[in-house]
């Protein structure tokens, strides 16, 4: 079943009269339940089609389509509502509030849908036990070690359970058996029937997915299905 | 949508990153707030204690001076040194004929003199009135007796001490009986005041009284009154009985155009009203200036919510793409800015309170003054509500430049 959709996907800067195209021409179509690495070197413009995918920004030619409706009819404040309850993000940077607890950054979607404190706070602990931090619950972000902040990051995007989950090079700060945990997690996520979508720079990390889209110059030069997919649970992750 | 509580429990969380920073940048509002308490507060203060003294006096009471009437505050000068209150005044205003709604008719004739007794010497105001003097500003005496009509006919040499006086010109001596010496003459000691609070008109501890005919012969050497109090027999009966007096003194003094007046008429209500619009110029005057400091007060929440915002750009951020909408992150801030200059604001009704406590017990242990203490409730949810505006007017901008921020540029805000 088709989730998302883009036809001639344009994403142009317009600077001090610089115009800087980031992506253009991007036409593709992800269906749920699929794990997609979009791949390219930095400046490639994956980053911020990432982004533009995931209602952060809006793009400014072509069309896109999520859930079959298109986002141009969205205002702001629909975005953001989007944003919450359909879509979970996982940045290379993690992004947590570092003065909230393990359990306060999982619940802050929750807090956005006006959820009461009580049943937050229990959705919140079912995810920290599933990305295994139950002894953290009540540490602030700030004391954790980079492979458990973006197990918080990913527990936090899973809080609302969306329709997707977008990963901006989630192992890029990490060592590699912290790397390793982190994309062994997102596809035990994908295996229970979440789409994800990875963007990286790291062709070890892209082939964790079962599709890959190469971004090249700002277009998708290439849109392969991985043959031999690395099953990491396996295989291990080495860099 | 998200919940009050929340938005509470954030913007707390928001104000207690930077303790220290948060205390300094709400005492611009804590100082506003306790000066603007302490204004209304010690203001109240002093019309109670002023009104208060003014109604020892029967609501009936009519006063006549002499001169003209003083047209603000600092003129005095109208009132002094005026001697247009004769005896025969006085007489003729005793007549019932002349007064039929008046009770009693009360002539004072004060001034300052040196008394002393062997070797203590002391400065005392002295008041000669009549025997319903007692009466009228609702004396008490300790021992001995007041002085009577036999007295005043007589223009007898005696006085009733206040209790100040009689403590430092006899110590521990009982003073009845005694002679004290009144500028050249000697007085007999018949009474002792009790001691009371001092209030704004007369200090009566610090006072000698005694027969109004004595201390014009004997003491003061004059023919005419200070004041002539007229006692009405009701509230109703007072206008009609000004214009009795305002006729007769007229007629005795051969005035045909009243604004030749050498005389001016007051009431109770007539005092307190001009009391109460002095004390309401002089509240607003300082509230105003007080004011001033919660402005700079504002300014300085304002700015230091904008250095807040700047810095948590990349939350803004965060808090956007997990799902906050422009007026989740608005709330969030002006939440904060509200919270800062509204605990400033009760902070500051603390302060006010404990200031004006502190000012009306140095009034009444240093100055010896009877100034109650006065919990003013209008300052107080002045200030509570005046504090919240200001965090409203002040937070508003910081807080709408936070919500409309993009969420992707703060995300990448370094």
Not at chain 1, 201 to 224: F, M, P, Q, T
Not at chain 2, 122 to 134: H, R, W
Not at chain 2, 209 to 231: C, D, K, M
Request: aromatic share 8%; with cysteine; net charge neutral.
């Amino acid at each position: 079943m088709e989730l998302i959709r883009t036809e001639k996907l344009e994403k142009t800067y317009i600077d001090e009269d610089v115009r800087t195209r980031a992506f253009f021409d991007v036409n593709l179509k992800i269906n749920e339940g699929e794990f997609v690495s979009i791949v390219g070197p930095s400046g490639s413009g994956k980053s911020t089609l990432m982004q533009v995918l995931g209602y952060l920004d809006r793009p400014t030619g072509g069309k896109y389509f999520f859930e079959g409706k298109e986002l141009k009819t969205y205002s702001d404040d629909e975005l953001a509502h989007i944003r919450n309850e359909k879509i979970g993000f996982v940045f290379q940077a993690f992004n947590l509030l570092p003065r909230l607890s393990v359990l306060e950054n999982v619940a802050l979607p929750l807090m956005y849908r006006g959820i009461p404190i009580k049943e937050r706070n229990k959705k919140a602990r079912e995810l920290i036990h599933l990305v295994e931090l139950d002894d953290r619950i009540d540490f602030r972000t700030s004391k954790l070690s980079g492979g458990q902040k973006q197990r918080v990051a990913i527990a936090r995007a899973l809080v609302n359970n969306p329709k997707i989950i977008f990963a901006d090079e989630p192992t890029g700060n990490l060592d590699s058996k912290s790397g390793g945990i982190i994309l062994e997690f997102l596809q035990k996520l994908n295996e229970q029937g979440h789409t994800i979508v990875v963007v990286t720079h790291e062709s070890y990390v892209a082939h964790a997915g079962e599709r890959i889209l190469h971004i090249v110059d700002g277009r998708i030069d290439k849109d392969e299905r991985v043959e031999k997919r690395r099953i990491v649970k396996e295989e291990g992750f080495s860099k | 949508m998200i919940r009050f509580s929340d938005s509470l429990r954030m913007a707390m969380g928001g104000i207690f990153i930077h303790k220290s920073r948060s205390i300094l940048t709400i005492l611009g509002i804590v100082v506003g707030i306790t000066s603007i308490m302490a204004v209304m507060s010690v203001g109240q203060s002093a019309e109670e204690l002023v009104i208060g003294e003014i109604q020892r006096f029967g609501p009936a009471n009519i006063f006549v001076l002499p001169g003209r009437q003083p047209s603000g505050p600092m003129d005095a000068a109208g009132t002094i040194l005026n001697d247009s209150l004769k005896e025969k005044d006085f007489n003729d205003l005793k007549k019932k004929s002349n007064l039929p709604n008046a009770k009693n008719i009360i002539p004072y004739v004060f001034g300052y003199v040196t008394t002393s007794f062997e070797s203590e010497v002391y400065d005392a105001m002295v008041i000669g009135g009549s025997e319903y003097m007692e009466k009228n500003f609702d004396l008490t005496v300790e021992s001995g007796r007041f002085f009577d009509a036999v007295d005043i006919e007589q223009k007898e040499r005696v006085v009733v001490l206040g209790s100040k006086i009689k403590e430092e010109l006899f110590g521990n001596k009982d003073p009845i009986g005694e002679k004290i010496k009144l500028k050249d003459g000697k007085f007999r000691v018949i009474g002792i005041l009790a001691p009371e609070g001092q209030g704004s008109f007369v200090d009566f501890n610090k006072s000698i009284v005694a027969p109004y005919t004595s201390v014009q012969q004997n003491v003061l050497g004059v023919h005419y009154f200070n004041r002539i109090v007229v006692e009405a027999d009701s509230i109703e009966s007072v206008p009609g009985t000004i214009r009795d007096i305002k006729t007769l003194l007229r007629n005795n003094h051969s005035i045909d155009d009243p604004e030749k007046d050498d005389f001016f008429i007051q009431t109770q209500e007539d005092i307190a009203e001009r009391i109460k619009t002095i004390t309401g110029i002089l509240t607003v005057l300082l509230t105003s200036v007080a004011a001033i400091s919660l402005i700079v007060g504002g300014i300085g929440i304002m700015n230091i919510m904008l250095v807040s915002v700047t810095e948590r750009t990349r939350e803004i951020g965060l808090r956007k793409a997990l799902g906050a909408t422009n007026k989740n992150i608005l709330t969030q801030f002006l939440f904060e800015a509200l919270l800062l200059t509204v605990i400033g604001g009760i902070i500051g009704v603390i302060g006010g309170s404990l200031l004006t406590g502190i000012l009306s017990y140095a009034a009444r242990a240093l100055a010896d003054l009877n100034f109650p203490y006065v919990f003013s409730v209008r300052g107080a949810l002045w200030g509570i509500c005046v504090s919240f505006v200001i965090g409203l007017a002040f937070g508003i901008f910081p807080a709408r430049k936070a919500g409309q921020r993009s969420p992707i540029e703060s995300l990448h805000y370094e």
